[in-house]
């Protein structure tokens, strides 16, 4: 088939010609099942593919604009696009378990859980002995994360006190902490 005759027999597909439609099938679905199987390696899979193929030609014959010359390369495009999608819906979408069990584990060993858990209790023993708004301020502002001004709104004192709160009190929890080391 001629590549002039593709560009006719699309724009009469455009017009939903099914008479152009069979021409069409009849003079290219050879070449284009060959592409469908040279990527897709299984002949059951590219028979569908093809089908898929066609399907979108009859449905997007009218967006193509060029002269019957780059007819072909644009049916070829049209399948190869096909079925590298296919190829991409084929692969696996999680990781082999192989490859997972390399994976190395971030969580806290069992030494490490018992060390923070002493350190978090040599914290709250520190924090106990601070005065109990210093002690809320310092937790609200280095565990729950607001800011010198929302903790100076919540106490009622100027931004400038609530910052020597803060220093002056992380001051004596590194001093009991050197002491209790």
Request: proline fraction near 3%.
């Amino acid at each position: 088939m001629e590549r002039d005759d593709i560009g006719g027999l699309l724009a009469r597909v455009a017009l939903k010609d099914r008479a152009a439609f069979s021409l069409l099938y009849s003079g290219v679905s050879a070449k284009l099942f060959a592409i469908c199987i040279r990527m897709l390696k299984d002949r059951g899979e590219a028979e569908e593919a093809l089908q898929d193929v066609f399907v979108k030609i009859w449905h997007k014959a009218g967006s193509y604009t060029g002269d019957g010359a780059n007819a072909y390369p644009w049916l070829c495009a049209i399948v190869r696009y096909h079925c590298i999608d296919r190829l991409r819906a084929r692969r696996p979408q999680g990781e082999d378990i192989d490859t997972a069990i390399d994976i190395a584990d971030l969580a806290p060993d069992p030494e490490q859980h018992a060390v923070l858990r002493s350190e978090g209790g040599r914290i709250d023993t520190c924090l106990e002995a601070l005065d109990p708004d210093r002690a809320l301020a310092v937790r609200q502002a280095y565990v729950e994360g607001l800011s010198y001004q929302e903790l100076a709104d919540h106490f009622a004192v100027p931004l400038n006190t609530m910052r020597t709160w803060l220093r002056r009190s992380l001051l004596k929890l590194r001093e009991c902490m050197d002491e209790h080391a």
